[in-house]
């Protein structure tokens, strides 16, 4: 069974400053990873995908994410935080057997002026 | 164009009531998911349609039926509706290849419906 888990279940930064957001996953299999957005009393929006391609995978809004299978990991980043970043952040895996997407907990950004 | 939209945005209702939640995206996609998040944001699978067929069918009360017309429609159905059903019901697409739903295909998610039973 696949399954991620979220390190941060909140993150505040300030304007301007970097954000990393962590997210460590469990599969027996090469994995499908997501990275969903979503923004209050809004649906989600897909950010980036890593599908066993390039290890670092660029997404909309400067946001980039590296698959690092040695650390099972495939952690958020971004260079610089906006007030627009704002939001709840996914980390999602895909079932290769059924194409179940498994959802983290989420992690609450905050971005301080 | 809003690809994959929900209808009703709010509802309200009484425990004991049956309602319906609709979903239709424009997308051409062949699969069609219903997901339910919690009070905690915890997004789960409920159910998953492909060119009208049920292929993912989680552990759900019977109380919920979904129903898929055709391949742009996939309406939820809640009989007899509990306090615990409160939640934010989202519906999602994604185009499946010629091999059927696969574990790398993006889906789209619409901008959800919040059920609130009193």
């Known amino acids: 069974a696949q399954s991620v888990t979220q390190l941060d279940s909140h993150v505040s930064v300030s304007e301007g400053t970097p954000v990393l957001l962590r997210c460590n996953y469990s599969?027996?299999?090469?994995?499908?990873l997501f990275w969903y957005v979503q923004h209050p009393n809004k649906g989600l929006q897909l950010l980036l995908k890593?599908?066993?391609?390039?290890?670092l995978v660029k997404g909309i809004n400067g946001f980039e994410a590296e698959f690092k299978k040695s650390e099972t990991s495939f952690h958020l980043t971004k260079p610089s935080a906006h007030m627009s970043d704002a939001a709840e952040y996914f980390c999602?895996?895909?079932?290769?057997?059924?194409?179940?997407?498994?959802f983290g907990a989420g992690t609450t950004v905050t971005v301080r002026a | 164009d809003t690809a994959v939209s929900q209808t009703p945005k709010y509802l309200v209702t009484q425990m004991g009531n049956d309602k319906s939640i609709k979903c239709e995206q424009n997308?051409?996609?062949?699969?069609m998911y219903w997901y339910k998040q919690d009070s905690k944001k915890f997004l789960k699978i409920m159910f998953s349609?492909?060119?009208?067929?049920?292929?993912i069918n989680e552990t759900v009360p019977n109380r919920f039926s979904p129903k898929s017309p055709d391949k742009a429609h996939l309406n939820l159905h809640i009989n007899s509706l509990e306090l615990g059903d409160s939640a934010v019901y989202f519906c999602?697409?994604?185009?499946?290849?010629?091999?059927?739903?696969?574990?790398?295909?993006?889906?789209?998610f619409g901008p959800g419906t919040r059920l609130t039973v009193l």
């Open positions: 999602a697409s994604s185009q499946a290849g010629s091999g059927g739903p696969h574990s790398t295909d993006t889906q789209y």
């Open positions: 599969s027996s299999y090469s994995p499908s």
């Open positions: 890593y599908t066993s391609a390039a290890t």
């Open positions: 999602v895996v895909s079932d290769p057997d059924d194409y179940k997407l498994s």
């Open positions: 997308l051409g996609h062949d699969t």
């Open positions: 349609y492909n060119n009208k067929e049920l292929i």
